[in-house]
């Protein structure tokens, strides 16, 4: 009995599972590329380059879509179930809720291990890649730049404008820049000339500008200051180049557990031990809510129908989000230093196997929830309110 029953949980759970994982992988993708979308249309971007962005992009994505995919899948799963009314049939046989138990922990502990395997082996290397490709296609849009005559505003808060190029020498006649990447004020540089200098190597490009004037203006406009210069280097690295694409990208996402170990250990104060920690952490924490947050499907699934499916479905979302605001929040407490790195990793996932053990007690125990006894107080609560109102009505 318990083999049939576990090789058919098994049958329904793997199909949905990865179709969720599946599709919310490509919802994550296509955010992704519209990110890229700056570099994408400046540069001479293939087909094939936009397959390599995808690829390098994948595995990191998938991370993030793992926990969600576990928890929709599995309440999708128990959703059908409960709709066919094939969980009542199992329960009038004898079957308690925790006999669900082992063929939802077996999937969701191989979506867990693949998932940190994962986190392991593949995202940093794709990481690194991904940051590779970027920035050569961040370097092939550079030419875009060069335009003659018109203001080229495609870099977010930066306006070019180039009265001539010689794009044999990367050389420019009358330059115009207007710069306002710094909240506090605007920079304007007008100059004579400039020569374009990309290093090979290099993570930026140089505009090195000759015979010029800069003007800075603050933020109220009663501030100004003109400095004239015979020779200035403007430069520009290739996270200005793509815009938000590359913000916020640090170098512990290309290290592995190995180098974060090391990086900790070698660590002299508690803000670069923050630092790596909470990488490392993280890392293992993020693989593991897909068994905690997995575990959540079967309760929540047992309460709806499928007629109730969207409402199955917003509210596992909803619980998706709230674990991912936790850990965001708790991400920048650490850096904040207000908190350690272990519970900024671990707060979610604690609260959310709180929360399981809590859904999966009452579904064994087969106790009303609190807020079905609050629904049941309800229709007393308004015959209470309506009495108390029309006494006071008498009164006056």
């Known amino acids: 009995?318990?083999?049939?029953?576990?090789?058919?949980?098994?049958?329904?759970?793997?199909p949905t599972v990865a179709l969720c994982l599946v599709g919310v992988s490509?919802?994550?993708?296509?955010?992704?590329?519209?990110?890229?979308?700056?570099?994408?249309?400046?540069?001479?971007?293939?087909?094939?380059?936009?397959?390599?962005?995808?690829?390098?992009?994948?595995?990191?994505?998938a991370l993030f879509a793992s926990p969600m995919a576990a928890l929709l899948g599995v309440m999708l799963a128990f959703v059908r179930l409960n709709g066919d009314n094939e969980l009542i049939a199992f329960r009038a046989a004898g079957t308690s809720?925790?006999?669900?138990?082992?063929?939802?922990?077996?999937?969701?502990?191989?979506a867990a291990v693949l998932a940190f395997c994962n986190a392991?082996?593949?995202?940093?290397?794709?990481?690194?890649?991904?940051?590779?490709?970027?920035?050569?296609?961040?370097?092939?849009?550079?030419?875009?730049?060069?335009?003659?005559?018109?203001?080229?505003?495609?870099?977010?808060?930066?306006?070019?404008?180039?009265?001539?190029?010689?794009?044999?020498?990367?050389?420019?006649?009358?330059?115009?820049v207007q710069d306002q990447r710094h909240p506090t004020e605007k920079v304007t540089i007008a100059a004579e000339g400039a020569r374009l200098i990309i290093p090979p190597d290099s993570k930026?490009?140089?505009?090195?500008?000759?015979n010029g004037v800069i003007t800075r203006t603050g933020e109220n406009l009663k501030e100004a200051q003109a400095v004239g210069f015979k020779n200035y280097d403007f430069s520009l690295s290739m996270e200005d180049l793509t815009g938000a694409v590359q913000k916020g990208v640090k170098s512990r996402v290309e290290m592995s557990f190995r180098e974060l170990y090391r990086s900790m250990k070698a660590a002299t104060d508690k803000k670069t031990l923050a630092y790596y920690a909470l990488e490392f952490h993280q890392?293992?924490?993020?693989?593991?809510?897909?068994?905690i947050l997995g575990l959540l499907g079967p309760p929540l699934g047992s309460l709806f129908r499928r007629t109730n499916r969207m409402t199955g479905i917003t509210i596992g979302i909803g619980?998706?989000?709230?674990?991912?605001?936790?850990?965001?929040?708790?991400?920048?407490?650490?850096?904040?230093?207000?908190?350690?790195?272990?519970?900024?990793?671990?707060?979610?996932?604690?609260?959310c196997l709180s929360l399981g053990v809590y859904l999966w007690w009452k579904m064994q125990t087969e106790k009303p929830f609190i807020l079905m006894g609050i629904a049941r107080l309800a229709k007393p609560l308004r015959l209470f309110l309506l009495r108390l109102s029309r006494a006071r009505v008498g009164q006056r």
């Open 319 to 351: 619980i998706f989000l709230t674990y991912y605001v936790i850990l965001t929040a708790g991400r920048g407490l650490c850096e904040n230093e207000k908190i350690s790195p272990f519970l900024a990793a671990w707060l979610p996932n604690l609260l």
């Open 204 to 210: 930026s490009i140089t505009f090195r500008i000759n």
């Open 120 to 176: 392991v082996y593949l995202i940093p290397a794709a990481n690194a890649a991904f940051d590779l490709k970027v920035t050569s296609l961040a370097r092939a849009s550079i030419p875009a730049l060069l335009k003659e005559g018109v203001f080229v505003s495609s870099i977010p808060k930066l306006v070019f404008f180039f009265k001539s190029v010689d794009h044999s020498n990367l050389e420019i006649k009358g330059v115009f």
């Open 283 to 291: 890392r293992i924490a993020f693989s593991l809510a897909c068994v």
């Open 26 to 61: 490509f919802v994550l993708i296509t955010g992704q590329l519209f990110q890229l979308m700056r570099i994408l249309f400046s540069s001479k971007c293939s087909l094939g380059d936009l397959a390599q962005l995808i690829l390098f992009a994948l595995p990191k994505l």
């Open 97 to 110: 809720f925790l006999e669900f138990l082992p063929p939802v922990a077996g999937v969701l502990i191989v």
């Open 1 to 14: 009995m318990r083999k049939t029953l576990y090789t058919y949980l098994l049958r329904e759970q793997v």
